[in-house]
């Protein structure tokens, strides 16, 4: 690393610590969703290959998750990986199934998380199921940031399978079906998603440049606010984590009203 590398680190820093001296807590999301975009491109860019890439990314994780723990942060959810990635090429997306299992035990292991999954687990490989499930056993009791790993998770797949399971309901409890459409409603639909008993999203961050949501909780983010950043999640600073949050606390959040 040459004079001028050491500089710009040392500027940014510097920088971070401004951004984080001014940053009001009161004003902190307490639930911050991450699409976590770019560890391709990132790979592509540094002459890399696309598992180093992933690598990379899920090395970013625990980072910043300490960054969230430094501020009122109470929820993080983290889009490891959405159903469309099922049709990756089978080279890539067996090592990121990999990735993704360690980067789970990682985080039940590391003792300040309570890791929930949220996806569709049945479309998952056996294996990696029973990590997540002893991922969520073991840390359920643990007081700390809840993590959302969102693994085989879609947006539109979460409210099928949420209508799907207030159906099933309703037969086990020997409802009619006039009835249950009488009583169907925001709340009883939201109950039966993912992340019930959760609040929604205040903010949801996306890195890369990408300026869409891809289904990232449809449901949930009726009234987040959104924060695009153009660096690749391997890439991703702490000041572009504290830039998201001066971001966020400069809006007027109004709810419609």
Same mark, same amino acid.
């Given at each position: 690393?040459n004079?001028?590398d050491?500089?710009?680190?040392?500027?940014?820093?510097?920088?971070?610590?401004?951004?984080?001296?001014?940053?009001?807590?009161?004003q902190?999301?307490?639930?911050?969703g991450?699409i976590?975009? #770019?560890n391709?491109?990132?790979?592509k860019?540094?002459?890399? =290959?696309?598992?180093?890439?992933?690598?990379? #990314?899920? /090395?970013?994780?625990?980072e910043f998750?300490?960054?969230c723990?430094?501020?009122?942060?109470?929820v993080?959810?983290l889009?490891?990986?959405?159903?469309d990635n099922?049709d990756?090429?089978? /080279?890539?997306l067996?090592?990121?199934?990999g990735?993704i299992? &360690?980067?789970?035990? =990682?985080?039940?292991a590391d003792?300040?998380w309570?890791v929930?999954?949220?996806g569709?687990?049945?479309?998952?490989?056996?294996?990696?199921?029973?990590?997540?499930?002893?991922?969520?056993? =073991?840390?359920a009791?643990?007081? #700390?940031?809840?993590?959302?790993?969102?693994?085989g998770?879609?947006g539109?797949?979460?409210?099928a399978?949420?209508v799907r399971?207030?159906?099933?309901?309703a037969?086990?409890?020997?409802v009619?079906?006039a009835?249950?459409a009488?009583?169907v409603d925001?709340?009883?639909i939201g109950?039966h998603?993912y992340?019930?008993?959760?609040? &929604?999203?205040?903010?949801?961050i996306?890195?890369s440049?990408e300026?869409r949501?891809?289904g990232?909780m449809?449901?949930?983010?009726?009234?987040?606010?959104?924060?695009?950043?153009?660096?690749?999640?391997?890439?991703?600073r702490?000041? &572009?984590f504290l830039?998201?949050?001066r971001d966020?606390?400069?809006?007027?959040?109004?709810?419609?009203g």
């Open positions: 690393m004079l001028r050491n500089l710009r680190g040392l500027l940014v820093r510097l920088y971070a610590r401004r951004v984080e001296g001014h940053l009001d807590h009161d902190v999301p307490k639930h911050i991450v976590m975009d #770019g391709r491109r990132w790979a860019a540094s002459g890399s =290959t696309t598992v180093h890439g992933h690598r990379a #990314g899920a /090395e970013k994780i625990e998750l300490g960054w723990s430094e501020t009122d942060v109470e993080v959810t889009w490891l990986l959405s159903t099922f990756r090429p089978q /080279e890539e067996g090592p990121l199934l990735i299992e &360690d980067v789970v035990r =990682t985080l039940a003792g300040r309570r929930h999954h949220v569709a687990m049945d479309l998952l490989p056996a294996g990696m199921q029973a990590t997540l499930k002893d991922a969520e056993e =073991t840390t009791h643990t007081e #700390g940031i809840v993590v959302n790993v969102a693994i998770y879609g539109r797949q979460e409210i399978d949420a399971s207030m159906l099933y309901e037969r086990d409890n020997g009619a079906m009835d249950l009488e009583s925001i709340d009883m109950r998603l992340t019930s008993d959760q609040p &929604d999203p205040d903010l949801v996306r890195t440049g300026q949501l891809s990232f449809l449901w949930q983010t009726a009234h987040s606010e959104y924060y695009f950043c153009d660096v690749y999640w391997p890439a991703f702490k000041v &572009d830039r998201a949050l966020y606390a400069a809006r007027h959040r109004r709810f419609g």
